[in-house]
Structure formats: structure tokens, C-alpha cells
């Protein structure tokens, strides 16, 4: 199925050995290579070179295996203290961040690379000039020049990326991704039709459960719409993803067609359905607009702790969310309804995810965490006064216009001098008046 591939791609590319492990399949293989061109090509390439000899060569290639090794543990050594660092102050869910960049895994994999390079080639050189790998010597200089500017590169990314305006950015860059992928979703989709009207349903239905425990990671919804059309069933889906199911719980409804109690259905069936919902241990950004957004609501809502005390941080966040709910109120958020290629309902929306909830899923933490930070208070409303450009219908600006109240509302409980309350107040004053204009 699509969200199994689906799947085991987010695994690998959260994981911090698939490529590292690639590179070192890579190197074998290049080895393998570069020694055949020497014992076939020796007499026509080989006397181009020059690599001094056997005595030489071992030495080089002993010193580029050791140093490239040493290396390479410390990477991954440097990699673990930022990690640590950045979980201290910005959260546990900010690793991901981390073991997902290219940079940090193609580092640690081009040292060990090198380092498996060097000690296949080191095996073939012998006390004779004439069985001398110089092909393979000369490339294994070349890739150590490589690791060595892999190195510079590492060391600028990270020492960048632990900068708290640069983590920022890049998970609202995150942010964006998910709603570039997501929205419209999964309208697009081959064999698959928005909108239409669900029929009446009779009874509870049968219900469909879990396999496992866990995060809801994805759901298959091209194959949810073709069983449904297969078997002349409605159903319904009573979570979305990121939302944490029970196994053997019910995660979906199904009816016949018509909407009437659906006849007794095959366990295969049954199995057929469910494992259209994926399961994991923790939430990914794959189908989940919500997780990518929390990340930055979480760094936003740490720097606002007493213990970290920083809300130039939360503003920042406050502006980039603010952003991301701009550029989602200019999208086409999934239907309700989904049906199949003759236009009959198939499959219902029982959770859907609205633009009111994202706005307060933005801002009801910060809002709460604030506290008598008066910079916060007027970050937000500025965000929300930003925001209001972009939205299309009354829909959208009626929860704008709550959460300005919200912001005011505790502000005023708050923030204890009345000259600062007049700030936020007049700032509250505008985002009412853009609102209404706009209206």
C-alpha cells in the first residue's frame, strides 16, 4: 500500500544510519572499482601516477584510516552534545530536527566511508612496486580532501543551527513544507472526488479497530475510497493523524452504501481496512499539519519559562506561525466528504481539521504562557493583524477576531501596569478595525 512505502520512507529518513550506511555500501563498492582498474589498466593509467611507493602508500593510506575513523567519533560525539543542548532549551521534539539533517548523516557517513575505503585498498598493497594500487591510493587522497571539506561544512552547520533565531526558521521552513504537502489533501488524488453530500446512516455501524498502539501516522485515503467503492461501503474515520489510538479500539465506522447497517463484513475485510491506518510511536509530519506546528509552539512556550526567560524567541515564533496560517488560509483544506470516480460519498470525515482549530493551536499556548510579557502580547496581535489580509470569509475571521479577544482578555489580568495594558489595548483596537474593514 501507498502509506506503507509511505511509512518506511519517514522512517529512514529519520533515522540516522540509513545514509551513513549507504555511503559505506558506496566506498565498497568504489574500492572494488578502483583496485580492478589497477590490476587491468595499471600498464596504461598507472605509470601517469606516482604515489612513491609500497613503504608510501601504507603509510598514507594507514594515517587516512585512522584520522578519518577519529573523526568521524568525533562527529557524531559533537552531533550528541548539540542534540543535548538543543533539547535543554528548546525541547525533546527538536531532535528530530537533528537526526533528520542531511548534513549531520552525510558527515558521520563520509568518514566512515573514507575510513572503509582505505582499509579495503590498504589490504591490496604489497612489498612490490609493480602490484602498487596507485589508482585506488590517488582516490583515497581524493575523498579524504572531500571528508576534509565535509568537515569545515559540518562544523558551520552545526554551530549555526544551535542559534535560536536559525532553529526557528528552519522548523517554520518545516511548517511550510507540511502545508505545501498537505493542502489540498487528499482532494488531488487519483480515483478520488471532493465534496458531495453523505447519506443518512442507520445504527452505529461496524466498527473498524486498530491493529496497534500508537501515534496515527497515516491513512491510505486513495484505498479507503476504493474499498469503499469494491464492497459498496460508507466510512467513517473517527480520528485523523497525529491523534493516539488504543489497539483493538474502533478508529473508523463502516455502513453500506446506502447508509443502512452494513451486512456482517469478513474478518479480511475488516483486516483490509484497518491496515489502511498506520501506527507509530511517535507523531511525524507526513499527514499531521498539527506536528510541525506544535514543534514551534513548544520552542515559542519553553523560552517563555522562568527558567529560560527568553521572549524575543516567542515573538519570533509568534510571527512565523502567524505566517503559516497565512499561507494556510489561502488553501483548500480537505473535504468532509470524499467520494469515488461516479461521484457516491465513500468516505466521511469524522475528525476534520478546521482553520479555527490551527489558530488555536498557534496561539492558545503562547497566549497562556505569556505571562506579563507585554512584547508577547503585542507579537501576537501583530500577527494576527497580519493574518487578516489572507482570509477569504467570515469563517476565518470570526476565530481571528476570538483569539485578539483572548489575547487582550488576559492581558488584562495579567500585565500589571496600566500603561502597559493601553499598549496591547490600542494594538487590540487595531486588529478589530482591520477585521472590520476587511469585513
Same mark, same amino acid.
Given at each position: 500500500?501507498?502509506?506503507?512505502?509511505?511509512?518506511?520512507?519517514?522512517?529512514?529518513?529519520?533515522?540516522?544510519?540509513?545514509?551513513?550506511?549507504?555511503?559505506?555500501?558506496?566506498?565498497?563498492?568504489?574500492?572494488?572499482?578502483?583496485?580492478?582498474?589497477?590490476?587491468?589498466?595499471?600498464?596504461?593509467?598507472?605509470?601517469?601516477?606516482?604515489?612513491?611507493?609500497?613503504?608510501?602508500?601504507?603509510?598514507?593510506?594507514?594515517?587516512?584510516?585512522?584520522?578519518?575513523?577519529?573523526?568521524?567519533?568525533?562527529?557524531?560525539?559533537?552531533?550528541?552534545?548539540?542534540?543535548?543542548?538543543?533539547?535543554?532549551?528548546?525541547?525533546?521534539?527538536?531532535?528530530?530536527?537533528?537526526?533528520?539533517?542531511?548534513?549531520?548523516? /552525510?558527515?558521520?557517513?563520509?568518514?566512515?566511508?573514507?575510513?572503509?575505503?582505505?582499509?579495503?585498498?590498504?589490504?591490496?598493497?604489497?612489498?612490490? *612496486?609493480?602490484?602498487?594500487?596507485?589508482?585506488?591510493?590517488?582516490?583515497?587522497?581524493?575523498?579524504?580532501?572531500?571528508?576534509?571539506?565535509?568537515?569545515?561544512?559540518?562544523?558551520?552547520?552545526?554551530?549555526?543551527?544551535?542559534?535560536?533565531?536559525?532553529?526557528?526558521?528552519?522548523?517554520?521552513?518545516?511548517?511550510?513544507?507540511?502545508?505545501?504537502?498537505?493542502?489540498?489533501?487528499?482532494?488531488?488524488?487519483?480515483?478520488?472526488?471532493?465534496?458531495?453530500?453523505?447519506?443518512?446512516?442507520?445504527?452505529?455501524?461496524?466498527?473498524?479497530?486498530?491493529?496497534?498502539?500508537?501515534?496515527?501516522?497515516?491513512?491510505? *485515503?486513495?484505498?479507503?475510497?476504493?474499498?469503499?467503492?469494491?464492497?459498496?461501503?460508507?466510512?467513517?474515520?473517527?480520528?485523523?493523524?497525529?491523534?493516539?489510538?488504543?489497539?483493538?479500539?474502533?478508529?473508523?465506522?463502516?455502513?453500506?452504501?446506502?447508509?443502512?447497517?452494513?451486512?456482517?463484513?469478513?474478518?479480511?475485510?475488516?483486516?483490509?481496512? /484497518?491496515?489502511?491506518?498506520?501506527?507509530?510511536?511517535?507523531?511525524?509530519?507526513?499527514?499531521?499539519?498539527?506536528?510541525?506546528?506544535?514543534?514551534?509552539?513548544?520552542?515559542?512556550?519553553?523560552?517563555?519559562?522562568?527558567?529560560?526567560?527568553?521572549?524575543?524567541?516567542?515573538?519570533?515564533?509568534?510571527?512565523?506561525?502567524?505566517?503559516?496560517?497565512?499561507?494556510?488560509?489561502?488553501?483548500?483544506?480537505?473535504?468532509?466528504?470524499?467520494?469515488? /470516480?461516479?461521484?457516491?460519498?465513500?468516505?466521511?470525515?469524522?475528525?476534520?481539521?478546521?482553520?479555527?482549530?490551527?489558530?488555536?493551536?498557534?496561539?492558545?499556548?503562547?497566549?497562556?504562557?505569556?505571562?506579563?510579557?507585554?512584547?508577547?502580547?503585542?507579537?501576537?496581535?501583530?500577527?494576527?493583524?497580519?493574518?487578516?489580509?489572507?482570509?477569504?470569509?467570515?469563517?476565518?475571521?470570526?476565530?481571528?477576531?476570538?483569539?485578539?479577544?483572548?489575547?487582550?482578555?488576559?492581558?488584562?489580568?495579567?500585565?500589571?501596569?496600566?500603561?502597559?495594558?493601553?499598549?496591547?489595548?490600542?494594538?487590540?483596537?487595531?486588529?478589530?478595525?482591520?477585521?472590520?474593514?476587511?469585513?
Amino acid at each position: 500500500m501507498h502509506n506503507k512505502s509511505q511509512s518506511l520512507s519517514e522512517r529512514l529518513r529519520a533515522g540516522f544510519w540509513f545514509l551513513p550506511l549507504g555511503m559505506c555500501v558506496v566506498a565498497v563498492a568504489l574500492a572494488t572499482l578502483t583496485l580492478w582498474i589497477d590490476d587491468n589498466y595499471d600498464g596504461t593509467l598507472g605509470g601517469l601516477l606516482t604515489t612513491g611507493g609500497p613503504t608510501g602508500a601504507q603509510n598514507v593510506l594507514t594515517t587516512v584510516a585512522a584520522s578519518m575513523i577519529t573523526v568521524g567519533a568525533t562527529v557524531l560525539s559533537v552531533t550528541i552534545v548539540a542534540m543535548q543542548l538543543a533539547s535543554t532549551q528548546f525541547g525533546p521534539r527538536i531532535l528530530t530536527n537533528f537526526v533528520r539533517s542531511r548534513v549531520n548523516q /552525510a558527515a558521520l557517513g563520509s568518514f566512515v566511508a573514507v575510513f572503509t575505503f582505505a582499509v579495503i585498498v590498504l589490504r591490496r598493497t604489497g612489498n612490490s *612496486v609493480e602490484s602498487l594500487p596507485r589508482i585506488s591510493v590517488l582516490v583515497a587522497l581524493l575523498l579524504t580532501a572531500g571528508a576534509v571539506v565535509m568537515l569545515i561544512v559540518f562544523v558551520h552547520h552545526i554551530a549555526t543551527t544551535i542559534q535560536a533565531m536559525n532553529l526557528v526558521g528552519l522548523i517554520a521552513r518545516d511548517v511550510g513544507r507540511s502545508m505545501d504537502e498537505l493542502f489540498p489533501d487528499p482532494a488531488d488524488a487519483d480515483g478520488v472526488e471532493p465534496g458531495g453530500e453523505c447519506p443518512e446512516v442507520q445504527g452505529d455501524g461496524t466498527p473498524i479497530n486498530a491493529v496497534t498502539t500508537g501515534y496515527l501516522q497515516l491513512v491510505d *485515503v486513495e484505498d479507503l475510497v476504493e474499498l469503499g467503492r469494491e464492497h459498496d461501503l460508507l466510512l467513517r474515520m473517527l480520528v485523523r493523524p497525529g491523534k493516539f489510538v488504543v489497539g483493538h479500539t474502533p478508529v473508523a465506522m463502516a455502513w453500506s452504501g446506502d447508509g443502512s447497517a452494513a451486512a456482517d463484513m469478513s474478518d479480511d475485510l475488516k483486516d483490509e481496512i /484497518a491496515d489502511c491506518f498506520t501506527t507509530g510511536p511517535r507523531r511525524t509530519r507526513g499527514q499531521d499539519a498539527e506536528f510541525p506546528v506544535k514543534q514551534l509552539v513548544e520552542v515559542a512556550v519553553r523560552s517563555l519559562s522562568p527558567a529560560i526567560n527568553d521572549p524575543i524567541t516567542a515573538c519570533a515564533c509568534t510571527d512565523h506561525l502567524g505566517a503559516a496560517l497565512c499561507r494556510l488560509a489561502e488553501r483548500r483544506l480537505p473535504p468532509d466528504v470524499l467520494c469515488d /470516480a461516479d461521484g457516491r460519498a465513500r468516505l466521511v470525515h469524522g475528525d476534520p481539521l478546521t482553520f479555527s482549530m490551527m489558530v488555536g493551536v498557534c496561539f492558545d499556548q503562547v497566549r497562556q504562557s505569556a505571562d506579563y510579557h507585554v512584547v508577547v502580547y503585542v507579537h501576537l496581535l501583530e500577527a494576527l493583524e497580519r493574518l487578516v489580509p489572507c482570509l477569504t470569509d467570515d469563517d476565518q475571521r470570526e476565530p481571528v477576531r476570538r483569539q485578539a479577544d483572548l489575547v487582550l482578555e488576559r492581558a488584562e489580568q495579567v500585565v500589571p501596569q496600566e500603561a502597559d495594558r493601553d499598549v496591547v489595548r490600542r494594538r487590540h483596537a487595531r486588529v478589530v478595525e482591520v477585521i472590520d474593514a476587511r469585513g
